[in-house]
C-alpha cells in the first residue's frame, strides 16, 4: 500500500458541502470530517456551476495546505460540464477526485491523464454497468479506494431502500477492493439526518467490509464514528485476548472455550487499532 493510498485508508468520514456554498466550505473543514467533498455535480442545479466552478477554484488554491482533506466530486463524463471541472482540477493543488458513475477503468485513466501526477480518484460505483466492471476498477491505476453511490444504484435498477440488491452490491464492491488490495470502502449516503439511522446504517455496512461513510451534514460526522467505534465488550475481549496470549509466551491457549490462534490475535488488534483511530477524529 503506498503511502497515498494509506491516507485514504485513513479515512473515516468524507462530508459534502455543496460547491455553490463557498460559505459553508470552512464550516465543513471544522465539522470533524477525515475528508471534505466539494461537491460539483448532483448538489448544483445548471445554472449554478459555472459559479460554484469558480467558488470551488478560489477556495482551493487558498487551502493548499490543506489538499490532502479536500476531494472535488466532478460532473460525470457523459455531462456538459465535465471538460470544465477537469480544467479546473489541472490547475488546482488537489490530490484527489471524486468520479461520479464510474463504470470503467478507462474512464479512471481519462481523468488522471489531464491532471497533475500523483493525482488518484475515488471511483463511485452507482450502476449496474459499474457494479459489473468493478473488479477491473479497483485494479486500476491511480484509484484511491472506491465508494458506493446507494442512491443513484437503486434509482439505476429501480429498487427501494430495503432491497437485498443493495447488500449484494456492497458486498461485490468489498470483495473487489480487498481482493485489489484497497482500502475498504466507502459506504453511500444516508439522507436522513436522525443519529440512530446513520449509526444502524454504518454499521450495516461495516457488516459487509466497509470502512467509511459519506455524509451530507455534520451532525452526521459523529454518528459515523459511534458506529465503526469498538464496543466495550469488544475492547474488552480483544485486550484480554492479546494479555493472556502475552502471557502464554506463545503457547496454544483458550479464551472462554475457544482456541486462539493468529486469525484471532488479529483481530484482537484490529479492533484495538480501529478503536485508535476512531478516537483521534
Sequence with gaps: ??????VAADALTYLFVPGNRPERFAKALASGADRVILNLEDAVAPPDKA?????????????????????VRINDDASPWYADDLA????????????????????????????????????LIETARGLQAVQAIAQAPGVARLAFG???FMLD???????????????????ASRAAGLPAPVAGVTPALDASQVSADMA??????????????????????????????????????????????????????????????????????????????
Design 204 to 281: 450495516q455496512a461495516r457488516s459487509l467490509g466497509f470502512g467509511a461513510k459519506m455524509c451530507i451534514h455534520p451532525g452526521q460526522v459523529a454518528a459515523v464514528l459511534a458506529a465503526l467505534a469498538p464496543t466495550a465488550s469488544e475492547l474488552a475481549w480483544a485486550q484480554r485476548v492479546l494479555q493472556t496470549s502475552a502471557a502464554a509466551g506463545g503457547a496454544a491457549l483458550q479464551i472462554d472455550g475457544k482456541m486462539v490462534d493468529r486469525p484471532v490475535l488479529l483481530r484482537a488488534e484490529r479492533l484495538l487499532a480501529r478503536a485508535v483511530r476512531v478516537a483521534s477524529s
Design 88 to 123: 479546473l482540477l489541472a490547475a488546482s493543488p488537489l490530490r484527489c477526485v471524486m468520479l461520479p458513475k464510474c463504470e470503467s477503468p478507462a474512464q479512471v485513466a481519462a481523468v488522471l491523464a489531464l491532471l497533475p501526477s500523483g493525482c488518484q480518484v475515488l471511483p
Design 1 to 6: 500500500m503506498t503511502a497515498t493510498t494509506q
Design 150 to 152: 446507494s442512491l443513484d
Design 157 to 175: 435498477l429501480d429498487v427501494p431502500a430495503d432491497s437485498l440488491m443493495l447488500d449484494m452490491a456492497a458486498a461485490q464492491i468489498a470483495l
Design 51 to 71: 459559479a460554484a466552478r469558480s467558488a470551488v477554484a478560489q477556495w482551493l488554491h487558498s487551502q493548499s495546505a490543506l489538499a490532502d482533506r479536500l476531494l
